[in-house]
C-alpha cells in the first residue's frame, strides 16, 4: 500500500521567507510525528499529533515554527521568517496508534540561502 | 530527558562477515527500541524493533538484543551483503504520554565485496 508521502522533495527558499511543507501519512494512521534531520545526525523529534490535536511540541525550537492537522489526516508544518539555520531535511512520520511502529516518508530536504 | 549515544560512527566489514551496532540510554522508563536503515535520499525503514518485555529479536539475518539492567541495546546483522551498506539509527522512546523516538547519532556501514 501507499506509504508516507511528503511534498515537496526539495525546496529552496531565501532567509525571511515562509515555507509550508506537506505531509500525507498512511491512511488509517491517527498519529503522526514531524522530525528535523540535520546533516551526518540522527532524526530529532519536533512535534507529535493525535488526531487533530498536537499532543506534544516540545521540539519546536521556537514560536517561527508551527504545524497543524485540521482534519486528522495531512499535517502541514509552517516555518516564518526563515533562518539559514533552518536549513535540513524535515521528516513526517505516522503510526496506526500511539504505542505503533513509526514509519517515515522521503522527507522533504530545505535550504535557506 | 532521554539520551541515546550510538556506537561505532563508522564501520566497514567484509562482504559475508558480521556486524555489530551498539546503543546505550538513559532513561529506565523507556520500552521500545527501533533500529532503522537509512539510504542515500531517502527517509529512515523501520528494520527491527524490541520491547522492554522481551530479550532477544531476530527477522533472518537480523537481530536485536536488549539488556534492560544495563540499558543498553543491540543490532546484530549476519552473512552481511553489499545491499545492507546504509547508515543505521537506533532509538528509544519512553513510557506512556511520550511518543517520540530519540535517535543515536547514526552507524554508517560499508559492506566491502
Known amino acids: 500500500g501507499a506509504g508516507v508521502s511528503q511534498t515537496p522533495s526539495n525546496k529552496v527558499t531565501e532567509k525571511g521567507k515562509y515555507v509550508e511543507l506537506r505531509c500525507d501519512p498512511i491512511?488509517?494512521?491517527?498519529?503522526l510525528y514531524w522530525y528535523r534531520q540535520s546533516l551526518g545526525q540522527g532524526p530529532e523529534f519536533l512535534i507529535y499529533f493525535q488526531g487533530t490535536g498536537a499532543a506534544d511540541d516540545s521540539g519546536l525550537p521556537n514560536d517561527r515554527f508551527f504545524a497543524v492537522r485540521p482534519e486528522g489526516s495531512v499535517s502541514t508544518l509552517k516555518i516564518q521568517r526563515t533562518e539559514r539555520g533552518d536549513s535540513a531535511v524535515y521528516l513526517c512520520?505516522?503510526?496506526?496508534?500511539?504505542?505503533?511502529?513509526?514509519?517515515f516518508g522521503p522527507g522533504t530536504r530545505l535550504t535557506v540561502l | 530527558g532521554e539520551n541515546v549515544e550510538q556506537h561505532p560512527s563508522t564501520l566497514s566489514v567484509q562482504e559475508g562477515d558480521s556486524a555489530v551496532i551498539k546503543c546505550t540510554y538513559s532513561d529506565s522508563a523507556s520500552n521500545y527500541f527501533p533500529w532503522y536503515k537509512q539510504e542515500l535520499g531517502k527517509g529512515p525503514q523501520l528494520i527491527i524493533d524490541?520491547?522492554?518485555?522481551?530479550g532477544e529479536k531476530k527477522d533472518q539475518r537480523i537481530a536485536v538484543t536488549l539488556n534492560k539492567t544495563a540499558k543498553h541495546f543491540s543490532l546484530h546483522i549476519t552473512e552481511t551483503q553489499p545491499e545492507d551498506s546504509a547508515v543505521y539509527f537506533c532509538?528509544?522512546?519512553?513510557?506512556?504520554?511520550?511518543?517520540?523516538?530519540?535517535f543515536g547519532q547514526g552507524t554508517r556501514l560499508t559492506i566491502n565485496p
Open positions: 491512511s488509517g494512521h491517527t498519529a
Open positions: 532509538a528509544a522512546r519512553t513510557g506512556e504520554g511520550a511518543q517520540k523516538l530519540v
Open positions: 524490541i520491547r522492554s518485555n522481551v
Open positions: 512520520a505516522s503510526s496506526l496508534n500511539r504505542a505503533g511502529e513509526q514509519f
